[in-house]
């Protein structure tokens, strides 16, 4: 894990640093984090704003996860969330209808199959001085 994504919340004190975070939230949540790396998952919501929120919140449950060094943090970071998108069903895109978001990894197989294609092996990256 990066040392960068680690950071320590500024209200932390002794006690609420024994309290996991992550723990207020539906546990669903962090399972879809888990899920979402090996299977792209679409959620709708029935506006832009709905979804936009609820964008935020899994942003900020994906950091909490990290925080906290919870066993799902390592996949939630090789995540992300696309949208929010206009449904079928609204395809001129109005604020007040229906929007859907998806969570599925940054990196696709189809992705990874063209970098092999073109030359690209997976091997480590340089070092920066290289």
Same mark, same amino acid.
Not at 53 to 74: K, N, S, W
């Given at each position: 894990?990066? =040392?960068?994504? @680690?950071?320590?919340?500024?209200?932390?004190?002794?006690?609420?640093?024994?309290?996991?975070?992550?723990?207020?939230y539906?546990?669903?949540?962090? @399972?879809?984090?888990r899920?979402a790396? =090996? =299977?792209?998952?679409?959620?709708?919501?029935? *506006?832009r704003?709905?979804?936009?929120?609820?964008?935020?919140?899994?942003?900020?449950?994906?950091?909490?996860?990290?925080?906290?060094?919870h066993?799902?943090?390592?996949?939630?970071?090789?995540?992300? @969330?696309?949208?929010?998108?206009? *449904?079928?069903?609204?395809? =001129?895109?109005? *604020?007040?209808?229906?929007?859907?978001? @998806?969570?599925?990894?940054?990196? *696709?197989?189809?992705?990874?199959?063209?970098?092999?294609?073109?030359?690209?092996?997976?091997?480590?990256?340089?070092?920066?001085?290289?």
């Amino acid at each position: 894990m990066s =040392n960068l994504a @680690i950071r320590k919340p500024l209200s932390m004190t002794k006690e609420a640093s024994k309290v996991s975070r992550t723990a207020s939230y539906d546990q669903r949540w962090l @399972i879809l984090w888990r899920d979402a790396y =090996n =299977n792209a998952v679409r959620l709708d919501f029935p *506006t832009r704003a709905s979804a936009t929120t609820q964008r935020h919140a899994m942003y900020r449950l994906r950091q909490e996860m990290i925080d906290e060094g919870h066993p799902f943090a390592e996949v939630a970071l090789r995540c992300k @969330i696309s949208g929010p998108v206009p *449904t079928e069903d609204n395809p =001129n895109g109005e *604020t007040f209808k229906g929007h859907f978001l @998806i969570v599925r990894a940054k990196e *696709t197989r189809e992705g990874l199959d063209a970098l092999e294609k073109a030359g690209y092996v997976d091997r480590p990256a340089p070092s920066l001085g290289d």
